[in-house]
């Protein structure tokens, strides 16, 4: 991907960049309200969901059209930025119209290659930063391939959007943050920018400062952040909003880290990090070479690959052994089930030949 600033002219190049608004457009009261607040706490960029998709119908589905002249006016009478959600052709058509100044792809929609397709084609040969949040599902291939749809039209100002990933269990987090997808994003693209979105992850106006602060210290260049005037009053998604002044306490509260720093003093931990690395891979080696021999037995003795309860009591008691030696047990079992998953591959093969 050919990938260009997404910085428009007059925005501060330090990071975080931040954009900042309600979740939906809700009256035009209530739009400038919060845009007056935001411009006079010096935020360059305001957001303001325009067409809401709902997981249900009945709920509130945005304003429509008529919010995108709202944001005409916040622009006029501020001197903000503008930036809407499209998840249509049509979408893409009436916010370019009204001058819309930044565009972002959603979650449902980047689940859905046919839709993403359909909006990289409505803005071949428009020259203004599109944002891409990653689908619903922790899927990062999904998340490229709509990024290199809007890059194959022309696009070049492209830039990702981390809001986590949908999951059964909200017992924190709305959406879990699983940190090592937008991480490796970031490897393969070292240039593309990624925003954070810490108030659809954390889905709690208290968890927003946390995560903000967690991906300024994984070097993420941006923050996009619900901000309400009345955020008890809002149409959707009140929990995770917050006020413009809270907003501007939070962010006097992150600390930013320097990106570039002297990392002598860390050489020598480095070195034992390699060390250890090697010292795993071996040990895995070992491990399924016998698992293989394992296989192999199995294969004599016409034995079922898998023995349920010996995999249970392995993992029950691994996890435990972690637990004491200060692991999380949640990583420890990750860990387990890929070792087991790929020892169960190689025995396949075995059984097999």
């Not at 930025?81 to 058509?93: G, I, L, N, R």
């Not at 990933?165 to 240039?191: A, C, G, M, T, V």
């Given at each position: 991907?050919?990938?260009?600033?997404?910085?428009?002219p007059?925005?501060?190049?330090?990071?975080?960049?931040?954009?900042?608004?309600p979740?939906?457009?809700?009256?035009?009261e209530?739009?400038?309200?919060?845009?007056?607040?935001?411009?006079?706490?010096?935020?360059?960029?305001?957001r303001?969901?325009?067409?809401?998709?709902?997981t249900?119908p009945?709920g509130?589905?945005?304003?429509?059209s008529?919010g995108?002249?709202?944001?005409?006016?916040?622009?006029?009478?501020?001197?903000?930025?503008v930036?809407?959600?499209?998840?249509?052709?049509?979408?893409?058509?009436?916010?370019?119209k009204?001058g819309?100044?930044?565009?972002?792809?959603?979650?449902?929609?980047?689940?859905?290659?046919?839709?993403?397709?359909?909006?990289?084609?409505?803005?071949q040969g428009?020259?203004?930063?599109?944002?891409?949040?990653?689908?619903?599902?922790?899927?990062?291939?999904?998340?490229?391939?709509?990024?290199?749809?809007?890059?194959?039209?022309?696009?070049?100002?492209?830039?990702?959007?981390?809001?986590?990933?949908?999951?059964?269990?909200?017992?924190?987090?709305?959406?879990?943050?699983?940190?090592?997808?937008p991480?490796?994003?970031?490897?393969r693209?070292?240039?593309?920018?990624?925003?954070?979105?810490?108030?659809?992850?954390?889905?709690?106006?208290?968890?927003?400062?946390?995560?903000?602060?967690?991906?300024?210290?994984?070097?993420?260049?941006?923050?996009?952040i619900?901000?309400?005037?009345k955020?008890?009053?809002?149409w959707?998604?009140?929990?995770q909003?917050?006020?413009p002044?809270r907003?501007k306490e939070?962010?006097?509260?992150?600390?930013?880290?320097?990106?570039?720093?002297?990392?002598?003093?860390?050489?020598?931990?480095?070195?034992?990090?390699d060390e250890?690395?090697?010292q795993?891979?071996e040990?895995l080696?070992?491990?399924?070479?016998?698992?293989?021999e394992i296989g192999?037995?199995?294969?004599e003795?016409?034995?079922?690959i898998?023995q349920?309860?010996?995999?249970?009591?392995?993992?029950?008691?691994?996890i435990?052994?972690?637990t004491e030696?200060?692991?999380?047990?949640?990583?420890?079992?990750?860990?387990?089930?890929?070792?087991?998953?790929?020892?169960?591959?190689?025995?396949?093969?075995?059984?097999?030949?």
């Amino acid at each position: 991907m050919k990938l260009e600033s997404i910085l428009l002219p007059g925005v501060d190049v330090k990071r975080p960049m931040v954009i900042a608004g309600p979740c939906s457009a809700e009256t035009e009261e209530q739009v400038m309200n919060t845009a007056r607040k935001l411009a006079a706490n010096g935020i360059k960029i305001m957001r303001a969901g325009i067409w809401k998709p709902r997981t249900k119908p009945g709920g509130f589905e945005g304003v429509g059209s008529e919010g995108l002249a709202w944001l005409k006016r916040v622009k006029q009478e501020t001197g903000m930025y503008v930036s809407t959600e499209v998840a249509t052709q049509k979408h893409v058509y009436e916010a370019l119209k009204y001058g819309i100044d930044m565009l972002w792809i959603g979650a449902r929609t980047t689940a859905n290659p046919f839709a993403v397709q359909e909006i990289a084609e409505a803005l071949q040969g428009v020259d203004i930063p599109v944002l891409v949040k990653n689908p619903v599902n922790p899927d990062l291939e999904l998340w490229i391939g709509a990024l290199e749809r809007l890059s194959n039209v022309g696009l070049t100002k492209l830039g990702a959007i981390h809001r986590g990933f949908s999951s059964y269990d909200k017992k924190i987090y709305r959406n879990l943050p699983q940190w090592h997808i937008p991480i490796e994003l970031k490897r393969r693209y070292p240039d593309l920018p990624v925003i954070c979105d810490p108030s659809h992850i954390g889905g709690k106006r208290d968890l927003i400062l946390p995560l903000s602060q967690q991906a300024m210290d994984l070097n993420f260049e941006g923050l996009i952040i619900e901000t309400h005037c009345k955020p008890e009053e809002a149409w959707s998604d009140a929990a995770q909003q917050v006020t413009p002044d809270r907003l501007k306490e939070i962010l006097e509260t992150i600390v930013i880290r320097e990106e570039k720093q002297s990392t002598e003093d860390l050489s020598h931990l480095r070195k034992q990090i390699d060390e250890l690395d090697d010292q795993l891979l071996e040990l895995l080696a070992k491990r399924m070479r016998v698992s293989c021999e394992i296989g192999t037995f199995k294969k004599e003795h016409n034995m079922l690959i898998v023995q349920t309860g010996r995999y249970g009591e392995i993992l029950s008691k691994r996890i435990a052994q972690a637990t004491e030696m200060g692991m999380n047990p949640e990583f420890m079992r990750v860990v387990l089930e890929a070792i087991h998953e790929e020892s169960v591959r190689q025995q396949v093969e075995i059984m097999n030949k």
